[in-house]
C-alpha cells in the first residue's frame, strides 16, 4: 500500500526557510513523478514544485529560485527546501503522488510565516 507522510512544517519568521520531507513508502520513489501542492485557507490548491522520475524539476513562478526540490532515492524521500519565505507562502503543505491514474496524497504539514 502506497503511503506518503509529510514533516518539517512549522513557524517561521519571514525570511526564514523550512524543509519539508515527504517519506513514501508501499513504492520506490526514484523513478515516480512526486509532487508538492500547497493550499492556504479559502483558496484552492495549487502546485508548487515537481520532481519527475528523470530528475527535472519544475516550479510555479512564484517560488522559482526561493524553493528547491530534490530526492533521496536512498531514504525513499522526496524534500522541499524553501528559503526566503514570505507570510503569502503561509499554507498546508502536501505532497502527491500520481501512479497509474490513482493520486496518492499525504496528511499534509502546516506552514506559517509570521513575525
Known amino acids: 500500500q502506497v503511503q506518503l507522510v509529510e514533516s518539517g512544517g512549522g513557524l517561521v519568521q519571514p525570511g526564514g526557510s523550512l524543509r519539508l520531507s515527504c517519506a513514501a513508502s508501499g513504492i520506490a520513489s526514484s523513478y515516480i513523478d512526486i509532487n508538492w501542492y500547497r493550499q492556504a485557507p479559502g483558496k484552492q490548491r495549487e502546485l508548487v514544485a515537481s520532481i519527475f522520475g528523470s530528475g527535472r524539476t519544475n516550479y510555479t513562478d512564484s517560488v522559482k529560485g526561493r524553493f528547491v526540490i530534490s530526492r533521496d532515492n536512498a531514504r525513499n524521500t522526496v524534500y522541499l527546501q524553501m528559503n526566503g519565505l514570505k507570510p503569502e507562502d503561509t499554507a498546508v503543505y502536501y505532497c502527491?503522488?500520481?501512479?497509474?491514474?490513482?493520486?496518492?496524497w499525504g496528511q499534509g504539514t502546516q506552514v506559517t510565516v509570521s513575525s
Open positions: 502527491n503522488l500520481p501512479y497509474y491514474g490513482l493520486n496518492y
